[in-house]
């Protein structure tokens, strides 16, 4: 056994770590892993939610883009799905929502009227709505306003 210039023989090492340190290191790893456990559990529950919410955004997108170009829309509601997304689309005429505020009319001759009637009727603008729910139940919502003709089949999709 080794001894000090003192004559006295040394204090015995200490290796490793006594009970209470691998205790407290233990207990604030474990506070630590549920923290981050927490955190990306978080993460990645608004990434789905965003995710839902763009593909939403794209239903409706796609809904709006097939109904052409000045078709003929009929005043009413549609609805359908895509994939586990609920759409649903209303048409509405602007003439209807803006009725109480119309300019009133200067009476035309009537060789202009008899003109009129024979040429085609003028485009009516249409406020299109389209409502997406989600999967999950997060809905969105999307509105337009496109020329059409007057009165229609509802050629909508």
């Known amino acids: ?20 340190e691998v ?9 630590m892993t549920a923290a981050l456990v927490r955190f990306f559990a978080g993460v990645r529950g608004e990434a789905v939610r965003l995710r839902e919410e763009v593909d939403s955004w794209a239903v409706a997108r796609a809904v ?9 829309l009929a005043p009413g509601t549609t609805v359908g799905a895509a994939g586990g997304y609920a759409w649903q689309l209303e048409a509405t005429s602007m003439a209807q929502l ?8 200067l009476e035309a001759p ?4 008899a003109q009129d009637e024979a040429a085609t009727p003028p485009p ?18 999307l ?15």
């Open 23 to 31: 205790m407290v290191a233990l207990i604030v790893a474990i506070v």
């Open 124 to 141: 009516v603008p249409m406020r299109l709505r389209v409502v997406v729910t989600g999967p999950r139940g997060g809905s969105v919502r």
């Open 110 to 113: 009537a060789e202009d009227i």
């Open 64 to 72: 709006l883009d097939a109904v052409p170009s000045g078709a003929a």
């Open 98 to 105: 803006l009725a109480p505020v119309a300019p009133t009319t």
């Open 143 to 157: 509105e337009t306003v496109r020329l059409a003709r007057a009165g229609g089949d509802g050629d909508a999709p």
């Open 1 to 20: 056994m080794w001894s000090d210039p003192s004559g006295r023989s040394p204090a015995p090492s200490r290796r490793g770590f006594t009970l209470v």
